[in-house]
T-cell receptor, first 108, second 112 residues
Framework: GQNIDQPTEMTATEGAIVQINCTYQ??????LFWYQQHAGEAPTFLSY????GLEEKGRFSSFLSRSKGYSYLLLKELQMKDSASYLC?????????FGTGTRLQVFP | DVKVTQSSRYLVKRTGEKVFLECVQD?????MFWYRQDPGLGLRLIYF???????EKGDIPEGYSVSREKKERFSLILESASTNQTSMYLC???????????FGPGTRLLVL
């Protein structure tokens, strides 16, 4: 079976750091995507991890452990515009498998 | 920049109507996808296509069909719309050489 687990909601304060965790169990695995989705808008690509380890891209970093079926998205220096849903999506051969997403609210 | 466009942002249809949702991408991508997104369920794959005239069923194809007559265009068809097909529909595309999928703005469909 296929299962992706991430928290439903998180809150944080502007300027803070937040880590959004994702655990997954899939029948095949090639890598893991993170997408950001603002309310009423399309998902936009944030990161793609294939190998174990941390990949940093500006204020956002993504970590993957293939052996543990675990990933996290780290957001630093939070801004109000980071309020959005964050979707964890393992990639299996040719398809993305989406979790239900984590809705992050950033407060002043 | 990759651009994926969808024919309508909002659509209201009646039960039993035939509904066409159009998606066009301008990056010469081989792969195109149709998802629906519902609260608490995330994005679920309806159909996808790796080439013109080619289609594959996703996880929830029942009640839907697709058409890919041209490389840049992928249409989702609801043969006889039902109220449980009220949803946000998202189209995406990707190339054969890069796994990243790029999404269109979505069509919010309401079936009355």
């Amino acid at each position: 079976g296929q299962n992706i687990d991430q928290p439903t909601e998180m809150t944080a304060t502007e300027g803070a750091i937040v880590q959004i965790n994702c655990t997954y169990q899939t029948s095949g695995f090639n890598g893991l995507f993170w997408y950001q989705q603002h309310a009423g808008e399309a998902p936009t690509f944030l990161s793609y991890n294939v190998l174990d380890g941390l990949e940093e891209k500006g204020r956002f970093s993504s970590f993957l452990s293939r052996s543990k079926g675990y990933s996290y998205l780290l957001l630093k220096e939070l801004q109000m515009k980071d309020s959005a849903s964050y979707l964890c999506a393992p990639y299996n051969t040719d398809k993305l498998i989406f979790g239900t997403g984590t809705r992050l609210q950033v407060f002043p | 920049d990759v651009k994926v466009t969808q024919s309508s942002r909002y659509l209201v249809k009646r039960t039993g109507e035939k509904v066409f949702l159009e998606c066009v991408q301008d990056m010469d991508h081989e792969n195109m996808f149709w998802y629906r997104q519902d609260p608490g369920l995330g994005l679920r794959l309806i159909y996808f296509s790796y080439d013109v005239k080619m289609k594959e069923k996703g996880d929830i194809p029942e009640g839907y069909s697709v058409s890919r007559e041209k490389k840049e265009r992928f249409s989702l068809i609801l043969e006889s719309a039902s109220t449980n097909q009220t949803s946000m529909y998202l189209c995406a595309s990707s190339s054969q050489t890069e796994e990243t999928q790029y999404f269109g703005p979505g069509t919010r469909l309401l079936v009355l």
